[in-house]
């Protein structure tokens, strides 16, 4: 189970963090994901990190501002958001996948949190 949390309303060029709880089995041999969605749109990849966080994969859309960390200890992956724009807002999600290589398409993840509402105000 995937539990993702730290959403919230923030201004133009603010910062969130959010994070991604790993519960009921290990997910620290696989890679992880974040999702991004909103209202009549298909999920959007956001960012990817491998299961010992040594690769990292971001959209260009985020790349500079969005950092993808991971801790295998704790089973939790970050998703530190800078810079936040107006067009960042949509739900959050969290994914997980059996594989340990970072990807971009969401059918290749295996396992989906719940979202967590990310809201920039301009």
């Known amino acids: 189970q995937l539990q993702a949390s730290g959403g919230g309303l923030v201004q133009t060029g603010g910062s969130l963090r959010l994070s991604c709880a790993a519960s009921?089995?290990?997910?620290?041999?696989?890679?992880m994901g974040w999702f991004r969605q909103t209202p009549g749109k298909e999920r959007e990849f956001v960012a990817s990190?491998?299961?010992?966080?040594?690769?990292?994969y971001y959209a260009d859309s985020v790349k500079g501002r969005f950092t993808i960390s991971r801790d295998n200890a704790k089973n939790i992956v970050y998703l530190q958001m800078n810079s936040l724009k107006p067009e960042d807002t949509a739900v959050y999600y969290c994914?997980?996948?059996?594989?340990?290589?970072?990807?971009?398409?969401?059918?290749?993840?295996?396992?989906w949190g719940q979202g967590t509402q990310v809201t920039v105000s301009s």
């Open positions: 994914a997980a996948r059996r594989d340990t290589v970072v990807a971009a398409s969401s059918r290749v993840y295996d396992y």
């Open positions: 009921g089995r290990t997910f620290s041999s696989g890679a």
């Open positions: 990190i491998s299961w010992n966080g040594g690769s990292t």
